[in-house]
């Protein structure tokens, strides 16, 4: 079968899958029309054949050929002593457990949330009109085949919505975790949508992990942010390497407010995020910063869209990859200033460190500019370890593996360094580095 | 402690130093003067195992050791030490974490034992006092965003830790104002000893005023055309560069 053939076979297969998921299990019936309307979005997107704009660097063949069983929730409860590895010290009494797409409140614990924060199902939120024309409207605007697959397929997601006035003084830890397939492969579909209403800050993290992998999580997140609204995301995508993982974010700035991302990725089978920011109020500001690490045939890949629609923004991006073995990356962004979006800052820098020879670092930088009076630049770097820096650490007495070592970490570290949670740092810092077979020092 | 014997050297094939010899014995000051272009800073990054420098022919000879089958890191751990005219700015690394890498690289090689830390913050602060350094630059990465004055004040506070006994200081007063040259001055004063050796390259005669050398030495055009005491580097002050090279 020729590849244009499987694709297509894979789109037949997934609107039939749909047709018949309705018949034997029915989808959340006030989710019914997002989910229709989704699915006419992905007949219209169609999975990506070669050379598809939006997934020039990722071949996602793979993806399209599997026949992947839906899944929602897990099929025999989860231990929780699987977990507590990963749920950090800072958030202990705040962390939200998301397994298989499904919001686990056995396995949360949401213990210190007061009623400045409401978590609500989609399946209880949904009753707000607003709220259902946001999501009705994500999915016309939809241009991603994979998230209106989320949107055709979505049973239930969570709300997170944090009242006005509220600072939020310990993070907020969301853990999906995907338990996976010994047998067929399986995916999952979820949504979380996080609003932060005026005068309010929140910290963030958002961890994947897996059980036995041989899954595809494909998730949505949504990210409100109200008038002088401040987010601090981190992200760490900790799927085991025989995974897929997706997201796509849908990022709203109103004025004043503030969001600041620092996403770490392992990598596995192929991990995409992409997202999608709108800034839409005067004086928003956005700080998107990503490292990846990556060995063996591992991929991360990075599409991003800023829109600066509103005067006096600003954006900075900042994303690192460190590859070794056949590990690949790619980073694709662009950053786009709004006719009268002026006084409007903006920088994109992406840094590539190869440590192989077989490595693969794809970069597009791009901006398109519509407004005269702004202050924009973008520049990328692929490269092996200084030589300059490396003489410089052995003429002060360390050993060639000592310094490398020593430079490797530094790499990421300027990323990483922008984490407050201590616990989180710590281990993220560990994880990636030992990938290397390098140690933090 | 030194002897630098008829050495050829250069860059990319082309030779820079045509046949140079200098004696540097234990408890000496030798300044090594001359104008841009005359192979100073070359003759430094031989010395210190710079893997863009090769040498066509002639020998060095360390401690009694052949200092050119040395290794840059073995050449540091066995006490020679360069101060870079522009020092390498290593973003995310940890300046204080540096330091004290390189101070135990130094222990390990004298079969001591390691410093955690704490130790090494007292040991540390006790040096940036010496250099009148702020508290900020212990925990800012190495050289990265640090002025031209700061970046040679972390050249010379490395030395202060790591103690050498040959130190090559190429080119530290610039980008020194008066001040900040002098509080160098003085904490490079401090550091040497009758047990070390130190080769000041410059081409300003004024860091002399501070530290005062026991031996000149003029090189132009990659070769030693004169040498003498601290009265050439006088003379160099009042007439130029053009009119002592005119003379020989």
Excluded at chain 1, 330 to 348: F, K, N, R, Y
Excluded at chain 2, 60 to 75: H, Q, V
């Amino acid at each position: 079968m020729t590849n244009i053939e499987l694709i297509e076979n894979g789109e037949e297969r997934v609107v039939k899958k749909f047709q018949e998921t309705r018949k034997t299990s029915p989808l959340n019936p006030k989710l019914a029309s997002i989910n229709e309307k989704a699915l006419k979005r992905f007949e219209t997107l169609k999975f990506p054949h070669r050379k598809h704009e939006m997934f020039s660097f990722v071949d996602t063949k793979d993806l399209a050929s599997t026949d992947f069983q839906y899944r929602y929730g897990p099929e025999s409860p989860l231990n929780p002593e699987l977990l507590k590895d990963f749920i950090y010290p800072e958030s202990r009494d705040s962390v939200i457990v998301i397994v298989d797409g499904r919001y686990d409140t056995a396995l949360s614990n949401t213990s210190r949330l007061d009623k400045t924060i409401e978590l609500k199902s989609l399946d209880e939120a949904i009753g707000d009109a607003e709220l259902n024309n946001y999501l009705l409207d994500t999915v016309d605007r939809e241009e991603d085949v994979f998230a209106s697959l989320n949107g055709a397929f979505l049973r239930d997601g969570l709300m997170i919505h944090v009242l006005s006035n509220s600072q939020i003084e310990r993070p907020l830890q969301i853990l999906h975790v995907s338990t996976g397939s010994k047998g067929s492969p399986v995916t999952t579909v979820p949504r979380v949508i996080v609003k932060l209403e005026n005068d309010t800050k929140l910290d963030l993290i958002i961890q994947s992990i897996g059980i036995d992998g041989n899954y595809f999580l494909n998730s949505i997140q949504d990210f409100i942010l109200d008038k002088s609204a401040t987010l601090n995301l981190v992200q760490w995508q900790s799927d085991p390497n025989n995974s897929w993982f997706f997201s796509k974010s849908w990022i709203t700035l109103s004025e004043d407010s503030q969001f600041k991302s620092t996403t770490a990725s392992n990598g596995n089978r192929l991990t995409r995020h992409h997202y999608h920011v709108r800034m839409t109020g005067e004086k928003a500001d956005l700080s998107l910063n990503g490292i990846s690490v990556l060995c063996d045939q591992e991929q991360v890949h990075n599409y991003v869209r800023v829109h600066h629609e509103a005067p006096d923004c600003r954006s900075d991006q900042l994303f690192k990859n460190i590859i070794q073995d056949e590990g690949r990356s790619s980073i694709d962004t662009t950053v786009i200033v709004h006719e009268g979006a002026q006084l409007t800052e903006s920088h994109q820098l992406i840094n590539n460190l190869l440590l192989s020879d077989d490595g693969v670092a794809d970069t597009k930088p791009n901006l398109m500019i519509y407004a005269d009076d702004v202050k924009c630049d973008h520049g990328a770097t692929i490269g092996q370890i200084s030589e300059d820096q490396l003489f410089y650490l052995k003429s002060r007495g360390l050993a060639e593996d000592e310094a490398k070592t020593l430079l490797t970490s530094s790499f990421a570290n300027t990323v990483l360094q922008e984490i407050d949670c201590p616990s989180l740092k710590a281990r993220l810092k560990e994880t990636l580095l030992n990938k290397l077979g390098v140690k933090d020092v | 402690m030194l002897e630098i014997n008829n050495l050829r050297a250069g860059f990319e094939g082309s030779e820079i130093l045509k046949g140079i010899s200098l004696t540097v014995n234990k408890g000496e000051v030798h300044s090594i003067m001359g104008p841009n272009g005359s192979g100073k800073s070359t003759l430094s990054k031989i010395l210190v195992g710079h893997p863009s420098y090769e040498v066509m022919s002639g020998t060095i000879t360390y401690e009694g050791k052949d200092l050119l089958e040395l290794e840059a890191e073995e050449r540091a751990q066995a006490g020679l030490f360069l101060a870079y005219q522009y020092p390498v700015e290593i973003p995310g690394v940890n300046n204080a974490e540096f330091l004290r890498m390189a101070y135990n690289a130094k222990l390990k090689k004298e079969g001591k034992e390691e410093v955690d830390p704490l130790d090494f913050d007292d040991i540390l602060n006790e040096k940036m006092k010496l250099l009148g350094m702020d508290q900020k630059y212990r925990e800012r990465s190495v050289n990265d965003g640090f002025s031209g004055g700061e970046k040679k004040k972390n050249e010379i506070l490395q030395m202060a830790i790591l103690q050498p006994k040959l130190t090559i200081l190429d080119e530290i007063d610039s980008g020194l104002d008066i001040d900040a040259l002098r509080v160098v001055a003085n904490g490079i004063n401090k550091l040497v000893n009758k047990d070390s050796a130190l080769i000041i390259i410059t081409h300003f005669p004024r860091l002399l005023e501070y530290i005062e050398p026991d031996y000149v030495h003029v090189l132009s055009e990659g070769r030693i055309v004169t040498s003498g005491d601290k009265s050439l580097a006088h003379d160099l002050e009042a007439r130029g560069y053009d009119h002592l090279l005119a003379k020989v």
